[in-house]
């Protein structure tokens, strides 16, 4: 049943920004059919939607990066055109991506003011630059020392407030955030909100990315809602709720909640570590994932959870400890010979890791097991990689015209689905998953973890790396706390969020403690 749709915002005075009747095509492909956008001067307003909705181009069409084939384009009530990113940076649109734009080599001064440096006479006026980024970096209490480091020398999170600072000091109208929080932790987070809210009260208008609904609610004044290529309507956020704002998007009632699957904790032990270290990264982890059992490794950001997914995959090298896979010594040396062993993984950087991004969806699947389509060994089976495709592509959901379409014109979350359609080709007994719902909208995320739990049933153990704790809790049979580098502390299903968070952050209660040192948390 659809979702009924609150009552519409209202608009008084001249917005700051304003599209009418954008579309947007590629190829056989609508991005858009027809959207409207109204941003008013200081305002937080999110832009939401299922992954295919169209959001990603309404925004690469704002911030210059693509151009609309049809629709009007107004700022501060006069018409405009954007033709590039630098004539919308011109115009006072300015973009903070995920990953960093910065120039690692340079100084954190050298990158603000790269491509317009103040100059006095033929030099440039190094002692006017530092004065300005200097009170720049102090909005974000960071401090003046930071003026002549290199970029490459900072955190994630430091970085992306290098990038804000750099939008700011071009004098930036409007500000695009895209999935600003997705990579900081809680604290570096409220840290983005205390900027985002003095820009705002400083009249600058802020469009935020985010599949993480439940911060739309602490910080955004407004909310767009995309769905099929069309903007459904703009809400005030009092008016939402998380779930009703998850109804909107997927177009009726959002089925998401807790695996009901039964665990199975009597199954083979198909992956063991033991005692496992890689250097600084981490150390003397240990623990087993047995066939038809979801084990999620939970960490805060540097945690060491990303490098011990790694490294059952050969991408991470293994200077202490042991593995074994299916009863058998195993450290292997390259993601190939992983694969060959029987373990299989979905990368957290998908673009750099798992994409061949000109390649089309029908050779990102295959391209893994290649050995399955060839015929006497040397030709390829095409009309069997086509049937794999088009199963994988119908089981998976994944949205496109065609198998033959490039997965780079996908959307992220259709794109990351037919990285994963990869790993089932040849079903692995051993599935590992670094942050697999990384990026990717609220109905895309409840099919991946449906499908982490029939791939459970089949007998497959599935090891989870992951940052997002709603996740955790949705799809483990048991939850393993990674904190400083190592098996800090384990959960079996039912845990309360506050019980892990408090066990990742080294805030254990009393009777927590008396618990882990029993060796019977649950």
């Not at 704002?245 to 032990?269: I, N, P, Q, Y």
């Not at 600084?280 to 490794?297: A, I, K, N, T, W």
């Not at 095409?382 to 949205?399: G, Q, V």
């Not at 014109?409 to 790993?423: D, E, F, M, P, T």
Request: net charge negative.
């Amino acid at each position: 049943m659809a979702a009924a749709l609150p009552p519409q915002r209202t608009v008084e005075g001249t917005p700051r920004l304003s599209l009418t009747g954008v579309s947007k095509r590629y190829g056989g492909v609508r991005a858009i059919r027809s959207a409207d956008f109204t941003l008013m001067p200081g305002e937080v307003h999110a832009v939401v939607g299922e992954n295919g909705a169209g959001k990603s181009t309404m925004i690469k069409i704002i911030a210059g990066a693509e151009y609309a084939d049809t629709g009007t384009f107004e700022m501060d009530g006069e018409p405009v055109q954007v033709r590039s990113a630098a004539e919308a940076l011109n115009m006072g649109i300015a973009t903070v991506y995920q990953e960093a734009q910065l120039f690692g080599q340079l100084t954190v001064g050298e990158n603000i003011f790269l491509g317009r440096e103040k100059t006095q006479g033929a030099r440039i006026d190094w002692a006017a630059q530092k004065k300005e980024v200097v009170d720049l970096l102090a909005a974000f209490g960071l401090p003046e020392s930071f003026v002549t480091r290199k970029v490459e020398e900072l955190s994630a999170a430091e970085q992306q407030q290098v990038s804000i600072a750099k939008a700011l000091a071009e004098e930036a109208k409007i500000l695009i955030l895209d999935e600003p929080s997705a990579i900081l932790t809680d604290a570096e987070i409220d840290n983005l909100f205390t900027a985002v809210r003095r820009l705002a009260a400083e009249g600058v208008s802020i469009i935020y990315i985010t599949h993480r609904l439940d911060e739309l609610f602490e910080i955004c004044d407004v909310v767009t809602v995309m769905r099929d290529g069309e903007t459904l309507g703009t809400f005030d956020i009092e008016h939402l709720s998380v779930g009703a704002l998850a109804d909107l998007m997927v177009g009726g009632e959002f089925a998401g909640s807790a695996s009901t699957r039964d665990a199975d904790s009597t199954g083979e032990v198909k992956l063991a570590l033991h005692h496992l270290g890689s250097g600084r990264r981490f150390h003397d982890v240990s623990f087993e994932v047995r066939g038809g059992e979801v084990v999620v490794l939970y960490g805060l950001v540097g945690s060491g959870v990303a490098e011990i997914a790694g490294a059952t995959y050969g991408m991470q090298s293994v200077t202490s400890g042991s593995m074994e896979l299916l009863g058998r010594r195993f450290r292997p040396r390259s993601a190939s010979e992983a694969q060959r062993a029987g373990l299989a993984m979905l990368p957290a950087n998908r673009k750099k890791e798992g994409m061949f991004s000109f390649q089309p969806i029908n050779f990102n699947i295959s391209v893994g097991s290649l050995h399955l389509f060839r015929s006497l060994g040397v030709m390829m089976n095409r009309a069997k990689e086509r049937t794999t495709a088009d199963n994988l592509i119908k089981a998976l959901s994944i949205k496109t015209p065609s198998q033959e379409q490039k997965i780079s014109a996908l959307s992220g979350g259709n794109a990351q689905k037919v990285v994963l359609a990869r790993q089932l080709v040849n079903r692995p007994e051993v599935l590992v998953l670094a942050e697999p719902s990384q990026g990717v909208d609220i109905g895309a995320k409840d099919e991946i973890h449906k499908l982490i739990d029939e791939v459970c049933d089949e007998g497959t153990a599935v090891l989870v790396a992951t940052s997002d704790l709603m996740e955790a809790l949705r799809i483990a049979d048991r939850l393993i706390v990674i904190r400083n580098g190592t098996t800090f502390t384990e959960f079996s299903r039912g845990v309360s969020q506050a019980r892990v968070l408090a066990a990742a952050s080294g805030e254990l209660s009393a009777e927590d403690q008396a618990e882990l040192a029993e060796g019977t948390h649950s």
